[in-house]
């Protein structure tokens, strides 16, 4: 089930789009095999619900093109068998806000935009327990605390890009681009996952370790385009 609602309002150079919405879906299924004590089971059945408001404003001047858009949106996830209660799904971004600006100069194009966004939610682990498997031995698992109870760091990225076209009417034609992402040099950890490993004195009990998933510093891209 969807219901979605809005309105736009132009004015010569002025755009601004509000919308409201929300998406209901029933019966989805999920990996839950790697939710250590949270579940035995592989998969697991559930509901979600998402509702959110997006706002769009645009503005236009001669040569200079700038629009910022926010999303403010909450997506819930229902599953019997893993919790008692609706937990936060794991690409659940309440806040998103983007700014983009173009200037057209002759053959040369510029732009500048920037994004932040709240910390998506993750499952922090507590520790490392013992647990008798199917033929009777002892076995290490991750234990965790409440699913996706906590939330990663706030994201942010600045990216910046030069593109210039060339060619003639007649004949071929060809866009050069000179990019860069996250002019900042910003690190931003997009997801944690939790490892294992058998201590070197032979304890019974592993090592606990944290494996952070970090996005791309400062990265630059060049591109060429040709066609007839």
């Known amino acids: 089930n969807q219901w979605t609602g809005g309105i736009v309002y132009n004015n010569k150079s002025w755009t601004i ?9 029933a019966g989805i299924t999920s990996l839950t095999s790697n939710l250590g004590d949270l579940t035995n089971q592989p998969y697991s059945r559930g509901n979600s619900r998402i509702r959110g408001i997006d706002l769009l404003i645009k503005k ?21 068998n893993i919790s008692e209660s609706s937990f936060p799904s794991s690409h659940d971004h309440r ?3 983007q700014w983009v600006n173009l200037y057209q100069k002759s053959n040369f194009e510029f732009s500048l935009s920037t994004q ?14 013992l647990r008798t498997n199917n033929n009777g031995v002892e076995v290490p698992f991750v234990q965790y605390e409440d699913i996706n109870s906590n939330r990663l760091k706030n994201y942010m990225r ?7 076209h060339f060619g003639s009417e007649d004949g071929f034609h060809g866009l050069a681009v000179l990019s860069i992402q996250n002019l900042s040099n910003q690190s931003n950890v997009l997801g944690k996952s939790y490892l294992l490993e058998p201590r070197v004195d032979g304890t019974d009990l592993p090592d606990l370790l944290e494996v952070q998933e970090r996005g791309l510093k400062w990265t630059p891209n060049i591109g060429i385009n040709l066609w007839w």
């Open 95 to 97: 806040h998103i806000l």
């Open 116 to 129: 932040l966004r709240s910390g998506q939610p993750f499952t922090q682990a507590s520790g490392v327990g």
């Open 158 to 164: 600045l990216d910046g890009s030069v593109s210039y």
């Open 17 to 25: 789009d509000v919308e409201g919405y929300v998406k209901e879906l």
């Open 60 to 80: 236009r001047v001669k040569n200079y093109r700038s629009w910022v858009s926010y999303t403010l949106s909450e997506t819930k996830y229902e599953f019997p």
